[in-house]
């Protein structure tokens, strides 16, 4: 196989491995909320066992990476890929231990009485899907989904600003809740935080695809299109 | 200049140019802590300038890497210096996000009655001085430092767990401190997550020093020196 073709290959393989990655991602979020929702506390030991997976994969694709650019020194459109990576990589890995941080403090939630969850099943859609949408643009090399990924992080902190209120006004009302509420808060921000590292990775597919550096509102001062 | 010399003098601007960026992050703390302790929001508008030069920057050295990278194919030991700065850099944007989070809290919380502060001073001080030695320990290359700084971040758990508790307890004795109290949670959380920070700078560190990952526990598992 010609240095090229064999470059191109590995850099399959890598993209394969971010999707794998990106995949248990997806699953822990989804056992942490349901493990919420239907008050089963056992189903922390899934977010775990993905989370030994993720952290695996964390390492092994940072090493790939380094690899990869020392062996063919890629320019330009590839070594934006690769710099992507190592950038996606981390947020894969931070959303996984916001899963861990959802399913712990779900545990102990479900030894509580049941309370009223308010948005946060919501919140829950709203991340996950934000998360499967970065990883399909990064698949795909979908600019446009990106986008669209971007903009649905503003509804999650406004519903994150909503259950706070919701929340602190209940606690204030009826001083029982206040454990409780207080752990649904903590969850409603690792979700948020869940939306951000989604939003995150739409970012980067951006400037992995266009070469355009999009953060802090900077692509029209810093347009390198 | 050879190229080898030019390679030099650049990976030293760009050693510059991030402890500048952490220079501005450390500045953006404690212009924050200040502001919660004197109870003066005025000092918000301080943050958000740094908060500008910081994103700036972040960008900018981003672009660097990139470019370092494809124009002189670095390997080994200059390639994980690279890799090592582009998460670095991405770890000290996030320090300033948590910093503006503070003040932004601080702020709103200087419009409320005055209110025991419990641990937040030793919280502050505590992740100040990590972040103050990450930057110390990437600039001198020093591994022994870094350990040190990963290690002062459980004491930095500890204290956000016992602010918690504490916080939690106030609030049920006394339904007039919810909103202050739960400010003060919010506060800690962020003060946690610069610690959180902090200590990913030093892992970063000790890989670029001595090519061994030792996020996640794996350095028994993967050692790669």
Known sequence: MSVTRQFDKDLEDLRVEVLRMGGLAEEMIHY?????????????SKVRENEEAVNRLHIEIDERVLSLIALHQPAARDLRLLAAVLKINA????????????????????RLPAMKLG???RMADLAAGMLKDSLDCFSRHDVELAKNVIRRDDE?????????????SLMQSDASTIQRAMDIILIARNL??????????????????????????????????
């Open 192 to 225: 948020e935080r869940i939306a951000d590292h989604a939003t995150n990775i739409a970012e980067d597919v951006i400037f992995m695809v266009l070469g355009k550096d999009i953060r802090h509102g900077s692509e029209l001062k810093l347009g390198r299109s």
């Open 156 to 168: 999650e902190d406004r519903l994150k600003s909503e259950t706070f209120n919701e929340l602190v």
């Open 32 to 44: 942490a909320v349901k493990l919420i929702l239907t008050r089963e506390p056992s189903l922390s």
């Open 91 to 110: 947020d894969l890995e931070r959303i996984g231990d916001q899963a861990v941080n959802i399913s712990e403090t779900g545990a102990y939630l479900c």
């Open 119 to 121: 948005d946060i099943p």
